[in-house]
């Protein structure tokens, strides 16, 4: 019913930038926490920023002032604009949408949503 497309990945030098763009479609009629995880090889996913609908955002600590997470609540889409990025953040970028609220008969609410990936790679 509902489902998110991410774009925005790709190849990227040491101390580049990307951004990193997830759109929701489907009938929704609100989303709590929109965010981005990231999973490297041999690691868990983890979180790497959320923004509420009011525009709060979270950030992880590795990411702070580097990263910056915003959303517009109009289109359903949230984006992950990344700086001075490191080899490190070479990882599968994954959207989330929490907290999902679907306007179907009888309605969903509460949905969490994940998006297919998008791999980010950061050369040295």
């Known amino acids: 019913q509902v489902q998110l497309v991410e774009s925005g990945g790709g190849l990227v030098q040491f101390g580049g930038s990307l951004r990193l763009s997830c759109a929701a479609s489907g009938r929704i009629s609100r989303i709590y926490t929109m965010g981005w995880y990231r999973q490297a090889p041999g690691k868990q996913r983890e979180l790497v920023a959320t923004?509420?609908?009011?525009?709060?955002?979270t950030y992880t600590d590795s990411v702070k002032g580097r990263f910056t997470i915003s959303r517009d609540n109009a289109k359903n889409t949230v984006y992950l604009q990344m700086n001075s990025l490191k080899t490190e953040d070479t990882a599968v970028y994954y959207c989330?949408?929490?907290?999902?609220?679907?306007?179907?008969?009888?309605?969903?609410?509460?949905?969490?949503?994940w998006g297919q990936g998008t791999l980010v790679t950061v050369s040295s």
């Open positions: 923004i509420t609908n009011g525009g709060t955002p």
């Open positions: 989330n949408a929490d907290g999902v609220n679907v306007a179907t008969t009888p309605p969903l609410w509460d949905l969490v949503v």
